[in-house]
């Protein structure tokens, strides 16, 4: 009757240290919900998504690449035209095509590639002469393996570009601005999504030394952020709001709501406190 009396001790002791660790294995992933935000992280991607989607890193309007026309109507002598014929010139076309490489049976080495969008860019003058242009375009790329990765970015861009000097390296911007960078290597777990609203208003761009260099003026943004997560598990989607100061030299301030100040190198990521 002892053995019995024991046995049932020692079983329900058993029971009671599995119940307790599986409370504390049930108790533990809530404990980590609120996960402690890397705001200097998010300033880098921040801005280096921003210089990125006007440069044409991920397609579209590149600024650095200028305003340039084969047409002068202050050519001395006998001008062939008083108006530069791509004064309110309008390019408007889509398109959407995939490229595939590797063996094309869903293999590790197979990767897709799809590109699609919409492009519109028209020419503006003064005085007869081309100085600027506006872009309205949405540009897609996807490049994706069925099992190891996963790259998507996206651009929108909705802004007006006009010389500010002879040279036309020395530009103005403002408008608006869309993008999307996502990066996932599910084996490595390892990831980064980040989608920002811009607006721009006074930009100042010089790319004498052929590398764009915002010297001044400001962006508000509004972005969508999503730290690494495993798969499986449901997103957690934080969003903030602030906005970027130009400094020159490829540096910018920038400031996340209510008060998170870093400074960026738009070209490297680094990032330091202000």
Same mark, same amino acid.
């Given at each position: 009757?002892?053995?019995?009396?024991?046995?049932?001790?020692?079983?329900?002791?058993?029971?009671?240290?599995?119940?307790?660790?599986?409370?504390?294995?049930?108790?533990?992933?809530?404990?980590?919900?609120?996960?402690?935000?890397?705001?200097?992280?998010?300033?880098?991607?921040?801005?280096?998504?921003?210089?990125?989607?006007?440069?044409?890193?991920?397609?579209?309007?590149?600024?650095?690449?200028?305003?340039?026309?084969?047409?002068?109507?202050?050519?001395?002598?006998?001008?062939?035209?008083?108006?530069?014929?791509?004064?309110?010139?309008?390019?408007?076309?889509?398109?959407?095509?995939?490229?595939?490489?590797?063996?094309?049976?869903? @293999?590790?080495?197979? %990767?897709?590639?799809?590109?699609?969008?919409?492009? =519109?860019?028209? &020419?503006?003058? $003064? #005085?007869?002469? !081309?100085?600027?242009?506006?872009?309205?375009?949405?540009?897609?790329?996807?490049?994706?393996?069925?099992?190891?990765?996963?790259?998507?970015?996206?651009?929108?861009?909705?802004?007006?570009?006009?010389?500010?000097?002879?040279?036309?390296?020395?530009?103005?911007?403002?408008?608006?601005?869309?993008?999307?960078? @996502?990066?996932?290597? %599910?084996?490595?777990?390892?990831?980064?999504?980040? =989608?920002?609203? &811009?607006?721009? $208003? #006074?930009?100042? !761009?010089?790319?004498?030394?052929?590398?764009?260099?915002?010297?001044?003026?400001?962006?508000?943004?509004?972005?969508?952020?999503?730290?690494?997560?495993?798969?499986?598990?449901?997103?957690?989607?934080?969003?903030?709001?602030?906005?970027?100061?130009?400094?020159?030299?490829?540096?910018?301030?920038?400031?996340?709501?209510?008060?998170?100040?870093?400074?960026?190198?738009?070209?490297?990521?680094?990032?330091?406190?202000?």
């Amino acid at each position: 009757m002892k053995i019995h009396i024991t046995r049932a001790i020692l079983c329900l002791a058993g029971l009671m240290l599995f119940y307790t660790a599986c409370k504390k294995n049930t108790v533990k992933p809530a404990a980590t919900t609120t996960t402690t935000v890397d705001y200097g992280k998010l300033s880098s991607q921040t801005a280096v998504t921003f210089y990125k989607s006007i440069t044409g890193q991920y397609g579209g309007a590149d600024v650095s690449k200028g305003i340039k026309s084969p047409f002068s109507a202050k050519a001395t002598g006998r001008a062939l035209f008083s108006t530069s014929p791509l004064c309110g010139f309008v390019i408007d076309t889509s398109y959407n095509y995939t490229i595939s490489t590797g063996t094309n049976n869903l @293999s590790l080495t197979d %990767t897709l590639k799809t590109y699609s969008g919409t492009f =519109r860019f028209q &020419y503006t003058c $003064t #005085g007869g002469n !081309v100085n600027g242009y506006i872009v309205n375009d949405t540009v897609n790329y996807e490049e994706r393996n069925a099992f190891t990765f996963s790259n998507v970015t996206n651009v929108t861009q909705n802004y007006s570009v006009k010389a500010l000097d002879q040279t036309f390296k020395l530009v103005s911007m403002d408008g608006t601005l869309n993008s999307l960078a @996502s990066f996932v290597q %599910t084996f490595n777990e390892q990831g980064t999504y980040l =989608r920002a609203a &811009y607006v721009l $208003t #006074g930009l100042r !761009v010089n790319f004498a030394s052929g590398v764009a260099d915002v010297t001044e003026g400001t962006a508000t943004f509004h972005i969508v952020y999503q730290p690494w997560r495993f798969i499986g598990f449901p997103p957690t989607l934080q969003t903030y709001d602030g906005s970027i100061q130009f400094l020159g030299n490829h540096k910018a301030k920038l400031t996340i709501n209510p008060g998170y100040v870093y400074l960026v190198d738009l070209l490297t990521g680094v990032v330091t406190p202000a």
